[in-house]
């Protein structure tokens, strides 16, 4: 009960930290009048022993919020996972799981940028906005941190972890993965559960071969083949597409519409299948090749292990994918993931997998009840062309407007409780300064 008090007020005092979201300063938003001294024990212990020595896990936490959402939202059938990896930006000697890796925001097409820090796998889930049928939000579930050296599981192995949590936690729903280029690895799609669906993306030099078994010649020796001729990479596969003249046969582009990045595009694919054996061994997998005919877009190389899925589908639920790039994003600007200094193996693990957990709270309960306050009616009404009403960030400006609004209130309040209101607002603004 201790520990879910302190929950409470550590997400309150989270969202209403206007300054540098440290863990001192969030616990003095929460506790203002409490003294701080670093050369003995004060008020504000608990908080830092609720993300270092308290018996909650991330595991425990991220079942709980799992089970809310599921519960609270609507989703499409299968539900949609995005998986993918962040750096956090950390320094320091003893920070442990502290490692060099690739920083995505300052790498470019022809540089890759390294920066220190602590390299987070998340599996969220794509979740569709209230009266659409456009999912275009990530809520996160499970988070797993990505340790470097030798011998410690790679980003793929810790997303079928997680995912396999999921499918224990969840046994009668149905799954579409959707992953980038690296988890497209015999690490994830060996031994897939049969409740999920696999949509990735692969190089364009992949060696691809035909599913179907030759026939067999008469008196040949040797053991029979377990796959059929090598079939064109896709890369060669879209020249050869261009280089055909005819509009029958096979290796033919054929025109898709589908709704990717928030507008409606024109599209053409090309689909066929293959298996795919230094990654799924034998299963069968659809490859669709995607072309923009305006030249806007590179060709995208994708597969899915759903060999019946049509071309818009496939393309449809890659693109859902961005949604957790907007997820890293947030966390990083809005809830500052990467600002709390902590160095020991108990706070690592527990202060950004709590964070994320949080973030989903935070989306579920405006998707349920608070974009219908009549704060998120005023916020919206003063917005910019350039935001948007499923934004965090306006997500946490409603949170906080209902929760002033719901705490100071001139008419229910005496003169001594409304001197301490102003007292607790002026030291909100040293603490913000």
């Keep these: 009960m201790a520990q879910r008090l302190t929950c409470c007020h550590l997400l309150l005092g989270w969202i209403m930290c206007l300054g540098k979201h440290t863990l001192r300063r969030v616990a003095k938003n929460v506790q203002p009048d409490l003294p701080y001294d670093h050369t003995h024990r004060h008020g504000l212990d608990g908080y830092y022993n609720f993300l270092e020595r308290s018996a909650w896990t991330p595991k425990a936490l991220a079942y709980r919020v799992a089970v809310l959402v599921f519960t609270r939202l609507r989703f499409l059938t299968p539900i949609t996972l995005l998986v993918d990896d962040t750096l956090a930006h950390k320094r320091g000697k003893s920070v442990w799981g502290l490692g060099w890796f690739r920083d995505a925001c300052a790498s470019t097409k022809k540089r890759v940028a390294t920066a220190p820090g602590h390299n987070w796998v998340v599996l969220a889930v794509a979740v569709c906005l209230p009266g659409s049928g456009t999912p275009i939000l990530a809520l996160p579930l499970v988070a797993r941190l990505h340790r470097p050296g030798q011998g410690q599981p790679s980003c793929a192995v810790l997303a079928k ?5 999921v499918l224990q936690w969840f046994p009668t729903k149905r799954f579409t993965l959707v992953g980038d280029g690296a988890y497209a690895s015999k690490e994830l799609l060996l031994g897939l559960d049969p409740r999920v669906t696999f949509v990735g993306r692969l190089r364009g030099d992949a060696a ?25 990479k896709p890369k060669e596969a879209a020249a050869k597409a261009d280089r055909k003249r005819t509009t029958t046969g096979a290796w033919l582009w054929q025109a898709v519409t589908v709704v990717v990045y928030g507008c409606v595009r024109s599209l053409r694919a090309l689909t066929y299948e293959v298996v795919w054996p230094t990654v799924a061994k034998l299963r069968p997998l659809q490859i669709v090749v995607v072309r923009d005919p305006e030249g806007r877009m590179r060709d995208a190389y994708l ?3 759903d060999t019946q899925a049509t071309p818009a589908w496939v393309i449809t639920q890659f693109a859902w994918r961005w949604s957790i790039e907007v997820l890293f994003r947030a ?5 500052e993931i990467e600002t709390p200094q902590h160095w020991c193996q108990q706070s690592v693990e527990k202060v950004a997998p709590w964070v994320w957990s949080m973030q989903s709270v935070i989306m579920v309960w405006y998707l349920t009840a608070g974009h219908t306050l009549p704060e998120a009616q005023e916020l919206r009404a003063v917005m910019g ?7 965090l960030r306006h ?7 209902a929760t002033l609004n719901a705490t100071i209130n001139p008419n229910s309040a005496d003169l001594a409780q409304l001197r301490e209101i102003v007292q607790t607002l002026k030291k909100w603004a040293n603490l913000a300064a």
């Excluded at 972890?161 to 949590?165: D, T």
Aim: net charge positive.
């Design 303 to 305: 597969f899915t292990t």
């Design 208 to 232: 691809v071969y035909d599913p179907l078994l030759p026939a067999a010649r008469a008196g040949r020796r040797g053991p029979r083949a377990k796959k059929g001729p090598r079939l064109p």
């Design 395 to 401: 997500m946490i400006q409603v949170f906080r407007c």
């Design 385 to 391: 062309a350039w935001d948007s009403e499923w934004s």
């Design 161 to 165: 972890q997680m995912l396999a949590e």
């Design 331 to 335: 966390s990083k600007q809005v809830l």
